[in-house]
């Protein structure tokens, strides 16, 4: 089946440091990726989508220019977690998905990201 | 009002026993519906889709009402292993899955 690869799924890092992950789709191009955040007891919220060679679109709430998004190939996306702090704590989780508004998303394993 | 609720339990059951978990969302243009497991606080992983017919998968059961926008999940027999938290899911064709916050179960012998 399909899958999906996130990088790296455990980040420990001072307040400050900016973070990147990565996620890619390791057998099937990925048109549409979609980035979440899960904090604990909460459920998954979107933070924003990005399309292959376009500017994400971020959801309500969340600071583009604090989490940067770049999808610039059919097979990677990255986020940015810039000048990250302890309310950043928290599990993001990426999906892709291919060109076709109902095929599925497929996510990645998350990324535990903890801010001292 | 949350687009997707669930209540978020836990459900403290013993094995063997049926638990029947509900959600309710409130976007009525929603087209696709699942159930989702997630064990962990690890990526969520698709259990089952939901079907206005409803359908089974082993000892999954899963109903879909769309005019009173209710979704719901039945497990059977109940196994140590269905211990996780299980997230109702929605979405609109070409959009992004919107997760309801999930419901724990907890299985103990």
């Known amino acids: 089946g399909a899958v999906v690869s996130q990088h790296p799924s455990r980040v420990i890092c001072k307040s400050g440091t900016s973070v990147k992950i990565e996620c890619r789709s390791l057998d099937f191009q990925a048109t549409t990726m979609f980035w979440y955040r899960q904090f604990p007891k909460q459920s998954l919220m979107l933070m924003a989508t990005s399309n292959e060679g376009s500017k994400a679109t971020y959801e309500q709430g969340v600071e583009k220019d604090k989490f940067l998004i770049n999808h610039a190939s059919l097979t990677l996306s990255t986020l940015t977690v810039t000048s990250a702090h302890p309310e950043d704590s928290s599990f993001y989780i990426c999906?892709?998905?291919?060109?076709?508004?109902?095929?599925?998303?497929?996510f990645g394993d998350g990324t535990r990201l903890s801010i001292l | 009002r949350k687009e997707v609720e669930q209540d978020p339990g836990p459900f403290n059951v013993p094995e063997g026993a049926t638990v029947a978990f509900n959600c309710t969302y409130s976007?009525?243009?929603?087209?696709?519906f699942f159930w989702y497991r997630q064990d962990c606080r690890k990526e969520p992983k698709l259990l089952m889709s939901v079907y206005s017919s409803g359908n089974e998968d082993g000892r999954f059961t899963a109903q879909l009402n769309r005019a009173s926008q209710y979704i719901s999940l039945l497990i059977r027999d109940s196994k140590l292993s269905d211990s996780a938290t299980y997230l109702c899911?929605?979405?609109?064709?070409?959009?992004?899955?919107?997760f309801g916050k999930g419901t724990t179960l907890s299985v103990s012998s």
């Open positions: 899911v929605v979405n609109q064709a070409g959009t992004a899955l919107i």
């Open positions: 976007n009525s243009a929603s087209q696709s």
């Open positions: 999906s892709a998905r291919a060109a076709g508004s109902n095929q599925p998303q497929h």
